[in-house]
C-alpha cells in the first residue's frame, strides 16, 4: 500500500476562519501544538496532517466520500482514493512570512472564509494574492461556520465571496458551505478536493532536491549522551528519490563566520540518512509528493527549533548554488493587499529593503541596482536556488510586511 501522500494542500485564509478546525474535521489531528499556539489560540508555525481520502463503493456520491475505513452509512469497507498532507498555514497579519513559505510546498489550496464576517477580510485577500504570486492553480472555496448565520447571511456571505474571487486564481472555484465544528458538508469538501485539486506529475529519476520546512531536536532533556539521536529535518521532496543509507547534503547550511555582517562563510551540512518516515509510517525511500520526516547524524543543536527551515536539501554536490546577491526580473502588484486602506504599488527603490520567499526560505534584501525592469538585491541571509525561479516580494508598509509582488531569479 502507498504510504507517501500524492498532493500537497494548503488550508488558508484570514485568521480565526477556522482553518485548524477544518484540518481536524478532515484528519482527526488538531495541528496547533506548539505551546503558544495553545495559549494564545492562533497558528504560528505551520501545521502538517496526513489522511486517506476514501470513497464507499456502494453508497451514491457525495455521501459515499469519507475518511472512515468503515462507511457511515452503509458498513462497507472504504476505498483509499488519494493520500493527502494538509498544510495548516496561519491567518494572523504578523506571521505572513510563514504562510509565504508554506505556499511554495502546496500543490493546491482550501481558502477558508468565515460566513460570519463580511468578505474580504485583510488577510482573506493577501492569502489569496499570495497563492496567485506563488503560482497556486487549483483552489477549493470554503465558507465556514455556516452553522451561526442565518439563512439570509449565509447567501449574502456566498455572493461577497463570488465577487471577491473575480479576476483570480479561485474565479471558478467551487465553494463549498461548511460546518467544521460539527462535521457538516465534509463528504461534498472531500468530493470537491478529489475532483478537483490533482495530483501534479512529479520526476523520480532526476537528482533529489527537497524543501525544508521545518528542522527539530526529538531528544528529551536529561538524555544521556549514548541515547542521544541526531537531528531531523522536515519538507517535501520536490523531485527525485532519497533511501536511507544516502548522504545528503543542506545549503546553505550554517554560518561559520565570527563576524555575522559578513556572508563569506557559510559551510554547507552533510551527513547520512538514518531513517525516513512518511504518512506516519517509517519507510526506506521516499519520492516527490507529501511531507517527508529525515533522520540524520547531524548534532541536534543544528536542527533544534527550525533552526534549518528555508534550508535545500539533496545529494552531494548536486544542489543549485547558494547566493548571496541576486538579480530578479520584478512584477509588481497594482495595490498593497492585507490592510484596510489599501494604497498603490510605488515602484523599488535603490536601497529599500525586500522581504523574500523563495522555496520555504525567508531573507532580506537590499536593492543595490535598478535597470529597467531588472533588479539587484544583496541577501542578508544567502538562499540556495536556480534560476528561472519565483520568489515572491513584500515591503515593509507601516509596521507589517506587505505582499507587492514577485520576481524571477536571473
Known amino acids: 500500500m502507498k504510504v507517501q501522500a500524492d498532493v500537497n494542500i494548503g488550508l488558508v485564509g484570514h485568521v480565526d476562519h477556522g482553518k485548524t478546525t477544518l484540518t481536524r474535521a478532515l484528519s482527526g489531528v488538531w495541528t ?15 501545521g502538517y496532517a496526513d489522511i486517506d481520502l476514501r470513497k464507499c463503493p456502494k453508497c451514491d456520491e457525495p455521501i459515499c466520500y469519507t475518511t472512515k475505513e468503515e462507511c457511515e452509512h452503509c458498513g462497507s469497507e472504504t476505498d483509499i482514493i488519494k493520500k493527502v498532507s494538509f498544510v495548516d498555514a496561519p491567518g494572523h497579519e504578523t506571521l505572513m512570512a510563514t504562510m509565504l513559505s508554506g505556499a511554495a510546498i502546496m500543490d493546491g489550496a482550501v481558502l477558508v ?27 477549493i472555496v470554503v465558507q465556514n461556520k455556516i452553522d451561526i448565520v442565518s439563512r ?24 463549498i458551505p461548511v460546518s467544521a465544528q460539527h462535521g457538516a458538508n465534509i463528504d461534498i469538501l472531500i468530493e470537491s478536493i478529489d475532483k478537483n485539486i490533482k495530483t501534479p506529475r512529479r520526476s523520480v529519476r532526476k537528482s533529489p532536491l527537497m524543501y525544508v520546512a521545518r528542522s527539530f531536536d526529538i531528544n528529551k532533556p536529561g538524555s544521556s549522551p549514548k541515547k542521544i539521536k541526531g537531528g531531523v529535518i522536515g519538507g517535501t521532496l520536490v523531485q527525485g528519490t532519497l533511501r536511507i543509507g544516502d548522504t545528503i547534503e543542506i545549503r546553505p547550511g550554517v554560518d561559520a563566520s565570527s563576524d555575522k555582517d559578513k556572508n563569506s562563510n557559510w559551510i554547507s551540512l552533510k551527513s547520512e540518512i538514518i531513517g525516513l518516515e512518511a504518512g506516519g509510517e517509517q519507510v526506506d525511500k521516499v519520492t516527490p509528493g507529501g511531507l517527508v520526516g529525515i533522520a540524520t547524524k547531524l548534532d541536534p543543536s543544528l536542527t533544534k527549533a527550525d533552526s534549518l527551515s528555508g534550508s535545500v536539501a539533496g545529494k552531494e554536490d548536486k544542489l543549485p548554488s547558494v547566493l548571496f546577491d541576486c538579480e530578479m526580473e520584478v512584477n509588481l502588484l497594482e495595490r498593497v493587499v492585507g490592510t484596510k486602506e489599501e494604497r498603490e504599488v510605488s515602484p523599488i527603490k535603490l536601497n529599500e529593503l525586500l522581504m523574500i520567499n523563495c522555496g520555504t526560505t525567508t531573507t532580506i534584501g537590499m536593492v543595490t541596482s535598478l535597470k529597467g525592469g531588472l533588479v539587484q538585491v544583496k541577501l542578508k541571509l544567502p538562499i540556495c536556488v536556480d534560476k528561472d525561479v519565483r520568489v515572491a516580494l513584500s515591503r515593509r508598509v507601516g509596521a507589517r510586511w506587505r505582499l507587492i509582488g514577485f520576481g524571477i531569479i536571473k
Do not use: W
Open 32 to 46: 496547533d501544538t506548539h505551546s503558544e499556539e495553545t495559549k494564545r489560540g492562533i497558528s504560528i508555525r505551520l
Open 113 to 139: 472564509i468565515a460566513a460570519n464576517e463580511s468578505c474580504p477580510q485583510p488577510q482573506t485577500k493577501e492569502h489569496l494574492m499570495a497563492l496567485d504570486v506563488i503560482g497556486v492553480k487549483d483552489v
Open 152 to 175: 439570509e447571511r449565509a447567501v449574502e456571505s456566498y455572493n461577497e465571496i463570488k465577487e471577491f474571487v473575480k479576476g483570480t486564481c479561485a474565479e471558478d472555484a467551487p465553494i
